[in-house]
């Protein structure tokens, strides 16, 4: 099913982004999550949100598909953050608007009623 392979594309894309905003030593990591472990930790439990949601996506549950365009739209607007305010992440801040967009757009065509 194409949705299932957007959607663990679009999680697999934003555990890349953590990594490379860790190994491009993005400096909100240390001012806002104060140091890589705190935001590792906040990333990796932020992470689990959209596999849950996949879960239920996948049993066609309507209230994910609700929250999944949520989750999209945030991926969207977090890869523009990353060209706007130019700090590390913008390789793979342009696979979060790429799949964000794709994410939406097969949520659209497999509405569940």
Known sequence: QVIVIVYISL????????????????SFIDTIYGGTTNFLVIMMLLLM???????????????????SY????????????HFVENYPGKYTAAGLIILGGLLIFTLKRNKVE
């Open 11 to 26: 999680i697999v894309v934003q555990f890349l982004h953590v990594l490379e905003e860790i190994t491009g030593k993005a």
């Open 49 to 67: 949100i959209p596999i849950v949601l996949l879960y239920f996506i996948v049993n066609k549950r309507k209230f994910a598909y609700i929250l």
């Open 70 to 81: 949520v989750y999209a739209f945030v991926m969207i607007v977090d890869g523009l953050d």
